[in-house]
């Protein structure tokens, strides 16, 4: 499971997907739903939220924005507790998690989506809409 820190704008298509994918998962997780991934280190930053739903809730929407800023249509009648007009506080990511996971990106990039890496090769990293950079090591959930 990869739920990216970084902005859904870096991710391409199947990126995106991936991550959408695999954040309705987590929370299926926190909301109870399933067995499986109860464990997983990368559900720990939403889990310290005062509420994690609505936390893994706004992480969707910002993936949903991005999919239709590109048109696509994710479902995001599936998210359980969106963001709605009070959005939770953001959680706080390391600059040195938000450089693995740029770099990370830019491998799986110019593995499968030549156009998506050369872009990504003019860019710089920014968080997710729901994350704030602080400085820091990279995070303790992290195994890659």
Not at 58 to 82: D, M, V
Not at 113 to 119: F, K, L, V, Y
């Amino acid at each position: 499971m990869r739920l990216w820190s970084l902005n859904p704008r870096h991710l391409d298509r199947m990126g995106l997907v991936a991550c959408w994918r695999e954040s309705l998962l987590a929370q299926a997780v926190l909301a109870g739903r399933t067995k499986g991934y109860r464990n997983h280190p990368q559900l720990n930053r939403f889990r310290a939220q005062t509420d994690p739903l609505a936390a893994v809730g706004c992480y969707l929407e910002g993936l949903g924005r991005e999919a239709t800023a590109r048109g696509y249509h994710f479902n995001t009648t599936l998210i359980l507790r969106p963001c709605g007009q009070t959005p939770p506080p953001l959680i706080p990511v390391t600059t040195s998690q938000l450089d693995l996971e740029w770099r990370h990106l830019g491998a799986k990039l110019a593995q499968r989506s030549p156009q998506d890496a050369a872009r990504w090769e003019h860019d710089e990293p920014s968080p997710h809409p729901l994350f704030q950079p602080v400085p820091g090591p990279v995070e303790d959930w992290e195994r890659g």
